[in-house]
């Protein structure tokens, strides 16, 4: 087993190199400091339970799910030194600090215990959401719960038969008096019942009408209210993240009250759902570093064979393991860049439009970066990797769900070649873009960016190119953010590692950024016989 370690530096450079020193409220050293102590509170106690939690699971027992030994003890430290209310507003409780610190504290969190972070990963959202479209009397007597650790929070949306989409939702909100009471059955839900908190606030989307997604609104109703009325009635046996319990939910009547307007629900939840993207870009993140450090720290102790003199040697000595623990790195550090530089855009304010586009962008990328990771990392180990041993088994399988989760991300790359394109997101982008294309490869691969944005604006449907058009775009966005990162690597506790891995890095978004292209491009929407080559040539 290879210890947690929190990749404070990494994670420290990644935010200057966005910008993050220019947010008006942002105090470094603060941040840092922060920063530390969680990472210490983090590897000290929530990494030590995420192995034996992750053997032991989840139970359902007598209709109440319990969690693996340690967690309510471990969660009862957390909310006792006020981690739950980080970002929640001191008016409520809260420590009021930025969205960007809470996203560092989220990737530590993960990085140490993603079935734990899962659990209680949606109070920040619903403190939002509450804070956007609550009354005052809801906005006083939940939030100070939930920043106080004494309320976690779940995001009831799936049904049986409604998944990606919402207009098949049949859980239904009755009128009964001046309030409401929920009828239906809600599954994959989050933390929908856990002995670590005293209550639990259920979001629940729930239809008031049958007017497709119009007719949907958004209820609040807590475990203590409800009692016997919502049942968990199932536990499911998942892939990973076994220490998260998913519950399958029944509303039996569970008393609730209107969040927001009638029929507004898909707009206030989607503000929770926007900063679960978020976070989930950064789950990929924290798995990818995991990934790469573990496999780092084995082959630079496990020797193997011989090196070109003929003495012996340690894994990371073979050009192959060199260039898989690169390659992990690289897309460990990109994929942070990437989900940071789409926080302090939050954070700042001034461009929802741009926000709008690499929410989905990240969401995406960063996943997918998280699960190439783990599965080059069990690569890099060999016959130890395959085992429990390191544990790179479970960082795989923990992260594969990330790219289902939050929506799928063929879905988030379907919305990027279609609604947001042709809109103001997509002409933010475009201006984003064009203001950073001081270096040649940005501008050469902008270039063919434009080009082929133009071909799927004018398709009838572009949701075939979507998937080689999301790659292009990251690609894009990442050679700007290596250029940054080339640029500063001074600035970095190892600055020679990230001048060797940016060269690499600019290299792989040309070639993979060209690949895509030509794909896009071609007449049939094929690939063109050039671009396995090209894909074979940037993984080498």
Not at 282 to 289: D, E, F, K, S, W
Request: some cysteine; glycine content about 12%.
């Amino acid at each position: 087993m290879t210890p947690f370690e929190a990749p404070l530096g990494d994670i420290f450079f990644s935010l200057a190199c966005v910008g993050a020193d220019d947010l008006p409220d942002w105090d470094g050293a603060l941040a840092r400091e922060i920063a530390g102590h969680f990472a210490a509170f983090a590897e000290g106690e929530i990494a030590p339970l995420d192995e034996p939690g992750d053997r032991q699971g989840c139970r359902l027992e007598n209709g109440r799910v319990r969690m693996p030994d340690g967690f309510a003890a471990v969660y009862r430290d957390y909310a006792a030194m006020g981690w739950p209310g980080l970002t929640a507003p001191e008016a409520f409780g809260g420590q009021g600090m930025s969205a960007v610190i809470g996203a560092v504290t989220s990737e530590i969190f993960t990085g140490a215990n993603h079935s734990l972070q899962m659990v209680t990963g949606l109070v920040p959202g619903a403190v939002r959401t509450l804070l956007a479209f609550g009354t005052e009397d809801q906005q006083a007597r939940l939030i100070p719960a939930l920043a106080s650790g004494a309320m976690l929070s779940t995001m009831c949306l799936t049904e049986p038969g409604a998944g990606s989409d919402l207009s098949r939702i049949r859980c239904k909100a009755l009128r009964d008096g001046d309030g409401w009471r929920i009828e239906g059955e809600k599954i994959f839900i989050s933390g929908g019942d856990q002995d670590m908190s005293e209550d639990i606030l259920h979001l629940v989307l729930a239809r008031t009408s049958g007017d497709g997604v119009k007719g949907l609104s958004l209820f609040a109703t807590t475990r203590a209210a409800a009692g016997d009325r919502i049942k968990i009635t199932r536990i499911e046996e998942k892939m990973g993240l076994h220490a998260s319990p998913t519950c399958q939910m029944l509303f039996d009547g569970a008393p609730a009250e209107l969040i927001g307007a009638e029929g507004g629900g898909l707009k206030a939840m989607f503000t929770m759902m926007n900063h679960a993207r978020t976070d989930v870009a950064l789950q990929g993140v924290a798995h990818a570093a995991r990934a790469c450090d573990i496999a780092r720290r084995y082959a630079a102790g496990r020797v193997q064979g011989r090196g070109a003199d003929g003495g012996p040697v340690t894994l990371d000595g073979h050009a192959d393991v060199a260039r898989m623990i690169d390659a992990m790195d690289r897309q460990a550090l990109g994929a942070r860049a990437l989900a940071h530089l789409c926080m302090v855009t939050m954070e700042r304010g001034d461009d929802p439009d741009l926000v709008e586009f690499l929410t989905p962008l990240a969401k995406a990328h960063c996943t997918e970066a998280g699960i190439a990771a783990a599965n080059t990392g069990i690569q890099v180990l060999g016959g130890y990797g395959y085992l429990r041993e390191y544990r790179l088994e479970q960082t795989f399988r923990d992260a594969r769900i990330t790219a289902i989760y939050e929506g799928a991300n063929g879905i988030h790359e379907r919305m990027l070649a279609s609604r947001l394109l042709g809109g103001p997101a997509g002409a933010a982008f475009a201006a984003f873009m064009e203001r950073a294309a001081g270096d040649a490869t940005v501008a050469a691969l902008l270039g063919r960016w434009h080009a082929a944005r133009e071909r799927l604006l004018g398709r009838d449907d572009a949701t075939a190119l979507a998937q080689p058009f999301a790659e292009l775009t990251a690609h894009l966005l990442l050679a700007h953010l290596w250029t940054v990162l080339q640029a500063r690597a001074a600035e970095h506790p190892e600055p020679a590692r990230i001048r060797r891995l940016a060269g690499a890095a600019l290299t792989e978004a040309r070639i993979m950024g060209e690949a895509a292209h030509a794909l896009i491009l071609s007449p049939s929407g094929a690939p063109s016989t050039a671009a396995p080559d090209k894909v074979r040539a940037a993984q080498a």
